[in-house]
């Protein structure tokens, strides 16, 4: 790596200073930095958080996930926000080479151990009003707009613990303006990498779409592997206005030594249509918190996800479809391929409220297992309080089908090679649902990748 990108990279406590601990002066020192609105709600946030237990396994929500054993929050230190600079010369090639790989976009952020170091946008776009920009300097720039949508309606600090803490403490994060009727062809394309061990880097995104208007945004995290603990907390809120489209991504690709909290809530209006998919491949622990609210009439939301663990990784996603009006439907499908000592757990729940008749929601888990130590547990859940509905839910978790190898192996395949194409067809199930340029193709060579290893 070329001097001036290890500059880039390099984190505070390596340019001078210890990194501060996970307590009220880090929030202070955060308050004091920002407008008195902000201010306020970081101190509201940090009550919220140290008022509210740690969740344990006694809890339905956190029953397969042992957090006392997991997660260790004394022994890290938050990374404070930088002004940074991305250079790709010298930068880690893990970095530079996914994001060669799916450059075609509209715009592009790239964020460095949770700082926005680099944001571009088409011409042509920017000029219809579209705004891409870091949350920390939109603060000041577009104050009215964070003001009314930054963990207010979405994920306000009241969520849970881990929400409050994240809206104490976050440092930076992207924010997606899209106006009234505005259609952006090519995705908004955001690489995040994650550089150091012991450390706890809490982000934001903030994604607007106004009425009748179309955009697709696609979050990746990356890191090498860390010889101690790292956390990443991120907290995604998204908004489609009525009649807008919107398509999030998330493509999560760190090392081991990470544990990555990611809460998710969306909120599709009248006539939206709001879809999701998440993608997990790293990590030594990651939990997906994804809440989908359809509080217009209309509204609709596929939830897609998959993941692929080896070794003894651990992958938690928890669920909800929330139905709050008539007319509204959700499509939920997740899958686990598990090797290794790997183990997925998937909990879902579907939720028609009083009054949303005619609702149309489904919710399917499926469970790959490739090695006799590899776990899933699945637990999907309906509560319906509405008599005109159409709801269903299923789950399975089952090995390879030795007659399916038997028949590929038959053709002349090596079991390796049949065994590659059963799992790829599995997880490619999920990628077919939503067929975003770039996506499909990187996400399909990761797992080829995985299947080689």
């Known amino acids: 790596m070329s001097e001036s990108a290890t500059t880039l990279l390099r984190a505070p406590e390596e340019s001078g200073g210890p990194l501060p601990g996970l307590d009220r002066n880090a929030v202070e020192a955060l308050v004091a930095s920002g407008p008195p609105w902000l201010g306020q709600r ?3 946030a940090w009550r919220v958080y140290e008022e ?9 929500e956190w029953r397969y996930t042992d957090l006392s054993k997991t997660l260790r929050l004394g022994e890290l230190r938050l990374l404070p926000r930088q002004e940074r600079e991305f250079a790709p010369e010298g930068a880690p090639a893990l970095l530079t080479g996914s994001m060669r790989s799916d450059w075609a976009a509209a715009g592009h952020v790239v964020d460095l151990d949770g700082s926005v170091a680099h944001t571009d946008l088409e011409e042509e776009v ?7 920009a870091s949350l920390a300097r939109a603060v000041e720039t577009f104050p009215e707009l964070l003001e009314a949508h930054l963990a207010t309606e979405a994920l306000p600090a009241s969520s849970g613990k881990f929400q409050a803490l994240n809206a104490a403490l976050w440092t930076d994060g992207v924010l997606l303006f899209v106006p009234r009727g505005v259609h952006v ?9 994650f550089s150091g061990p012991g450390r706890a880097v809490f982000t934001r995104t903030l994604i607007v779409a106004e009425e009748g208007s179309r955009v697709s945004f696609v979050d990746e995290a990356l890191s090498a592997d860390f010889p101690a603990q790292t956390l990443v907390s991120s907290a995604v809120e998204v908004f489609a206005r009525r009649g807008a489209h919107v ?10 030594g990470a544990f990555h909290l990611s809460q998710q809530r969306t909120l599709a209006d009248a006539d939206a249509a709001l879809d999701t998919l998440n993608v997990s491949f790293g990590a030594s622990v990651a939990r997906v918190d994804l809440n989908a609210e359809l509080r217009g009439a209309g509204a609709h939301s596929d939830m897609l996800g998959l993941c ?47 009054g949303a008749q005619q609702t149309d929601a489904y919710q399917t888990n499926r469970n790959l297992i490739l090695s006799p130590d590899a776990r899933a547990e699945s637990l999907p859940n ?27 192996m038959s053709r002349g395949l090596t079991r390796a090679q049949a065994e590659r194409l059963v799992v790829t067809g599995f997880l490619g199930e999920v ?18 990748e995985r299947l080689r290893a």
């Open 382 to 408: 309906l509560e319906i309080e509405a008599d005109d509905v159409r709801c269903s839910h299923g789950a399975t978790v089952g090995q390879l089908d030795e007659e399916h190898l038997f028949y590929l």
């Open 431 to 448: 990628l077919s649902r939503l067929p975003l340029g770039g996506v499909v193709e990187k996400v399909s060579g990761i797992i080829e």
């Open 126 to 132: 920017a000029r219809k009003g579209v705004v891409l």
């Open 247 to 256: 398509q999030f991504v998330s493509l999560q690709r760190m090392g081991r």
């Open 185 to 193: 062809e090519l995705p908004v394309r955001v690489t995040r990498w």
């Open 52 to 60: 509210t237990p740690m969740p344990t396994t006694k809890e339905e």
């Open 308 to 354: 692929f663990g080896e070794a003894d990784q651990h992958f938690d996603h928890n669920t909800s479809q929330d139905h709050g009006a008539p007319h509204t439907k959700s499509d939920l499908l997740y899958k686990a391929a598990l090797d290794g000592a790997a183990r997925a757990v998937f909990r879902g729940i579907i939720r028609v409220h009083p």
């Open 42 to 44: 970081r101190l509201e």
